[in-house]
């Protein structure tokens, strides 16, 4: 038997575990109001009892009947009905209640319970207990008790009388042996796995409870451990609980979708953002059945904006804009979308931050078909440990490191994980949504913490999913808008992000030890290393900053001030790209070199990294020199015929030339002695060339 009043989350997932073990189960009080207080902050419970009296009437006088009693929001059962009988009848008793280590809610009833073992809990607790129906029934009719009295003070007098202990055969189950309570008792257990089973075991006793109990200030930590137990995850069999309970949307006409209000929040300035807006785009979702809010802070991204709007925003079925000069704070717009949504009648409020890059087209469907109240996908920063969720709470309610993080985070144990805080990307059902309006203002918190708190204050669980690869967080924190171009700068924080955009498509291609690379010269290879965007948005970095220097021999920028075989450009230092640029030089260049160039092992250190601009009217060409460099290498930035006319370089040593590199493709070769070489001229347009000079 349980009381219930309220199919809560934790009651669903209590009842998951009943399921499991072919549990016979009696809810009394489904669908009534509430009458006990708010043990949460007080004591009471004395509903309970009342409740409990009614519902085991019919048994007054059923002395060959075992009944259990727990608590349902915050317990799972770990075992079936004859586990609980073999462990009860060990017991020897008529009555076990369950024990823990705190005398509540009288303290100064403690002296006057009976003395266990140092390594026992002393103490009854009233969320779980079994016996004989006849004797439960003499107990809880043995004195009145108010709806709003204390249900566990009750049972507490009750046991602690010697005579009536004796008279029902009460018993504490000081060993956990059925009961665990883990309200101060969370170094005492460990979670245990066997084949397709989990369970409890605690390390002080030797016991394996079957019941186990949440009580008290723990919930988040009883909720991590209740991902696995009742055989939820399990190391050889993984997640077990992930299929249940969910819908699928693979057969639902376009026209038949849920209803999604997708609200899209810019509230700082964001690397990447057009892939991110391309992203949302990419979503395997009906956009006539999508609600679209986008509320942008940032006068930057105002331009990414309508950019976005002008090309899609008729695919979707309404449009919602607040652009800088309008936005709200960050608590308002958020609570502003949430009424928007009920505006709407949708059916899930989709909530997406720009720091959460959604790789994976499918997102959005398989969140949905998860079927949970509230769930994000599980989004981290590029090879750091900062996440979009918390597996634990301090005392205070911030973040703490849960046993599990790196687990989750590192994909080690894959699955669908209760947890106490999400954020940048957050799905919820519209009918929990309801509970939830104006919810992430909540007290000084800022708005992640607040809506997460408002939701563990209303009993709702919120789930973080990795059984798939979802996409990852952008890191903004160090955003520099100075540039032009100021993703350029972001092969440190966002080293994935920077990857996708900016080297070529077919540069994996060119590792594979097995794959040739083109040599078109003697011992000059040919080979795609950056994308059209990288070289356009390099071309124009250099063009935004304009100046060029003046192809003469004098040259303050370097050592020594003097330049043997000058050209007109600007040096990566200058634009404050230098830093990225060796970085790009030890992570894509020197694995290739490796490869082409074997037993020479090159530390990427360069001094002169630096783009050329060729013009007929300027420097056209460039006369016979050996770089000073062990090798170089030479990035063709714009497309010939097109662009210009002419050029190329010339190896003389070998009457070798190539004239028609294409965008993104790089030449390398030795540096001194061998491969004497010279630019050939441009006849017609500019040509761009990035030129590295790799340890000098």
Request: net charge negative; glycine share 6%.
């Amino acid at each position: 038997m349980t009381v219930a009043t309220d199919a809560t989350d934790g009651f669903l997932w209590f009842m998951r575990s009943i399921n499991k073990y072919k549990l016979d189960i009696q809810v009394i009080g489904m669908g009534e109001e509430w009458r006990g207080g708010d043990i949460t902050i007080y004591p009471g419970g004395g509903f309970k009892v009342n409740l409990l009296k009614e519902a085991l009437k019919p048994y007054k006088d059923r002395d060959d009947l075992l009944v259990v009693f727990s608590d349902s929001y915050d317990v799972v059962f770990t075992n079936n009905a004859k586990e609980i009988k073999q462990v009860f009848k060990k017991l020897d008793a008529k009555v076990i209640f369950s024990a823990e280590g705190f005398c509540w809610p009288d303290t100064s009833l403690a002296t006057k319970y009976p003395e266990v073992k140092t390594h026992e809990k002393k103490y009854l607790n009233s969320g779980g207990f079994m016996g004989y129906a006849s004797q439960l029934y003499e107990i809880v009719t043995s004195s009145e008790i108010k709806d709003q009295d204390d249900d566990q003070l009750f049972y507490t007098k009750i046991y602690l009388d010697p005579v009536m202990r004796e008279k029902w055969g009460i018993k504490l189950d000081s060993r956990n042996e059925i009961f665990q309570s883990l309200n101060g008792a969370l170094d005492e257990v460990n979670l245990k796995f066997k084949g397709s089973h989990s369970f409890m075991y605690n390390i002080k006793t030797g016991s394996v409870p079957i019941i186990v109990h949440g009580n008290g200030p723990i919930k988040p930590e009883f909720n991590r451990i209740a991902n696995y137990l009742a055989d939820a995850w399990t190391p050889t069999h993984g997640c077990q609980s992930c299929d249940e309970n969910t819908i699928s949307l693979k057969d639902v006409k376009d026209e038949d979708h849920p209803r999604v209000f997708m609200a899209l929040f810019i509230e700082h300035a964001t690397p990447f953002i057009t892939e991110w807006f391309q992203r949302l785009v990419d979503q395997n979702y009906p956009k006539k059945k999508i609600d679209l809010y986008i509320h942008n802070r940032i006068d930057y991204h105002q331009k990414d904006v309508e950019e976005f709007l002008k090309k899609h925003g008729d695919e979707y079925k309404t449009v919602d804009y607040v652009p800088p000069q309008k936005a709200l704070n960050m608590w308002h717009c958020r609570n502003h979308a949430t009424h928007l949504c009920g505006k709407h009648d949708c059916q899930y409020y989709f909530a997406v931050d720009s720091d959460a890059q959604l790789t994976n087209s499918d997102t959005l469907v398989s969140l949905i078909e998860q079927n949970r109240s509230v769930i994000a996908p599980m989004l981290s920063r590029s090879g750091k440990l900062w996440s979009n969720f918390w597996g634990a709470l301090n005392k205070d309610g911030f973040y703490a490191r849960a046993e599990d993080y790196l687990d989750l985070l590192n994909e080690n144990k894959r699955g669908l994980w209760n947890v106490p805080f999400i954020r940048d990307c957050i799905l919820i059902q519209g009918r929990t949504l309801e509970l939830l309006i104006d919810g992430y203002t909540n007290g000084d918190l800022d708005p992640d913490m607040g809506l997460c708190k408002t939701i563990r204050n209303k009993k709702i669980f919120m789930y973080v999913t990795n059984v798939d690869h979802w996409g990852r967080q952008i890191d903004s924190d160090n955003f520099d808008i100075s540039h032009l171009h100021n993703e350029l700068q972001e092969i440190f924080n966002n080293p994935l992000d920077w990857e996708e955009r900016y080297i070529h498509e077919n540069y994996s291609k060119v590792l594979d030890p097995e794959s040739p690379v083109d040599m078109p010269c003697q011992d000059v290879y040919l080979f795609p290393i950056l994308s059209n965007t990288f070289c356009r948005h390099l071309i124009e970095e250099m063009e935004h900053f304009g100046k060029w220097s003046n192809g003469q021999n004098q040259d303050s920028r370097i050592s020594g001030g003097y330049e043997n075989v000058p050209t007109q450009d600007i040096h990566m230092k200058q634009v404050g790209l230098e830093n990225a640029w060796l970085h790009f030089l030890k992570e894509y260049i020197v694995p290739i070199q490796l490869k082409l160039f074997p037993g020479y092992y090159s530390k990427a250190n360069s001094l002169m990294n630096f783009v050329v601009r060729y013009r007929p009217d300027e420097q056209p060409a460039l006369r016979p020199h050996h770089d000073s460099s062990t090798f170089t290498i030479n990035i063709a930035l714009n497309e010939h015929g097109v662009d210009y006319q002419g050029g190329g370089c010339r190896f003389l040593r070998y009457n070798c030339s190539i004239t028609a590199s294409k965008v993104g493709y790089v030449t390398m070769h030795p540096g001194r002695l061998t491969h004497y070489h010279e630019g050939l001229r441009t006849t017609q347009g500019t040509r761009y060339i990035m030129i590295s000079f790799i340890d000098p």
